[in-house]
């Protein structure tokens, strides 16, 4: 009953840490996860990609030495094969098997990005769970389910055409407005 009261505190507040309170919701199913190991496990990845970047890298180098690291190095990658694998679903699990879903994928990638002080943002897609980067020339979407791929705007409007009701769709992909549909997710949304 402790992790549920915590969990509670947890995400009562506006802002919190998404990986505790994931960490938390695991415990449901994995009462014996590490909490403290598994977010030293996010720590530690955040300062391999720190030594490699410059004190005053952009967040563009952040972003490229950060999906180097996840998806080349430590071989994070989408269950494109066992998608609705329950394991999927917990951070934990993500973090031991390297594989989820886009949801905690983007976990992962947000939480290690917080660590090295990119201003990452969830994003409630339609379908499918990805993340921003605001800069100052516009903004970068990367989906951690692709490897941190940034993704462009006519590779959103068919995610969003192939989801959305015909009848909508139908107007043309060029008239799909995307600022609505990638509008930051809160932390508890999120959850």
Known sequence: MQGLERFAELVSRDEFDLAEASLLVAEDVYPDVDLEGTLEQLDRMAMTVRGR??????????????????????????NVDDYYDPRNSYLN?????????????????????????????????????????????????????????????????????????????????DALPLEPFLEAATPRQVV
């Open 93 to 173: 699990e993500v973090l031991a098997r390297r594989t989820g879903i886009p949801l905690t994928l983007s976990i992962v990638y947000l939480e290690v990005g917080r660590r090295l002080g990119l201003d990452l943002k969830g994003v409630s897609f339609p379908g499918h769970f990805l993340v921003k980067l605001v800069l100052r020339s516009g903004q970068l979407v990367l989906d951690p389910f692709l490897n941190g791929e940034a993704q462009s705007a006519s590779a959103l409007r068919e995610r969003l055409a192939s989801v959305l009701p015909a009848e909508r769709s139908e107007a043309g992909l």
């Open 53 to 78: 970047l410059a004190m005053d890298a952009f967040p563009e180098q952040k972003v490229l030495a950060l999906n180097h690291h996840l998806f080349h190095e430590l071989g994070f990658a989408g």
